[in-house]
């Protein structure tokens, strides 16, 4: 198993920009695919994004498609969420996660989880 860590919400007003950072430890990070997810008060875990391995492809959500960009560093353990254009409806608890099998959006197949970070966007 591995254990996750994010980092980098806060807030920001519409139209601006903000990285969230997650950091792996206790496993090999490399063996993991990672993914993005979000969550409001009162709805469940919506998939914005994950990234393969190596980072060599990513899948979004149509939501994140042309704003938010996935990235990972297996030197540093870490996996990245680059959010432009940042919307009042992005705001949400935003939380990173692992799966070692596939490069999926489906919230069950990660198994590991961090324990989320407040974005919250302004109008």
């Known amino acids: 198993q591995v254990q996750l860590v994010e980092s980098g919400g806060g807030l920001v007003q519409a139209g601006g920009s903000l990285r969230l950072s997650c950091t792996a430890s206790?496993?090999?990070?490399?063996?993991?695919?990672m993914g993005w997810f979000r969550q409001v008060p009162g709805k469940g875990r919506e998939f914005v994004g994950s990234?393969?391995?190596?980072?060599?492809?990513?899948l979004y959500a149509d939501t994140a498609k042309g704003r938010f960009t996935i990235s990972r560093d297996n030197a540093k353990n870490t996996v990245y969420l680059q959010m432009n254009s940042l919307k009042p409806e992005d705001t949400a608890v935003y939380y990173c996660?692992?799966?070692?099998?596939?490069?999926?959006?489906?919230?069950?197949?990660?198994?590991?989880w961090g324990q989320g970070t407040q974005v919250t966007v302004s109008s």
């Open positions: 990234i393969t391995r190596n980072g060599g492809a990513t």
């Open positions: 996660a692992a799966n070692n099998n596939w490069i999926t959006s489906a919230t069950a197949d990660f198994a590991s």
């Open positions: 206790g496993d090999a990070f490399s063996n993991y695919y």
